[in-house]
């Protein structure tokens, strides 16, 4: 499974759409190389990202932490 199928999968989740009020019409847009508009999508994003490009977990915190420090 390719990082991009990992990333829609996760957007794919009710749970994901019901607690964080996103429409699945706007999860069904996203995609993992370009800027989102969710905070939380934002973040799952990174995550994958940063496994994808063998980050340490450190790093990937941090790169969170900045995002969360930023809503």
């Given at each position: ?30 995609n ?40």
């Amino acid at each position: 499974m390719t990082s991009e199928e990992i990333f829609k999968e996760v957007l794919r989740s009710p749970e994901l759409q019901e607690i964080f009020e996103i429409s699945k019409k706007d999860l069904e847009q996203e995609n993992l190389s370009t800027k989102v508009k969710q905070p939380v999508v934002e973040i799952i994003q990174a995550i994958i990202n940063g496994q994808e490009n063998n980050r340490s977990k450190d790093a990937i915190f941090q790169t969170i932490q900045k995002q969360i420090m930023q809503l």
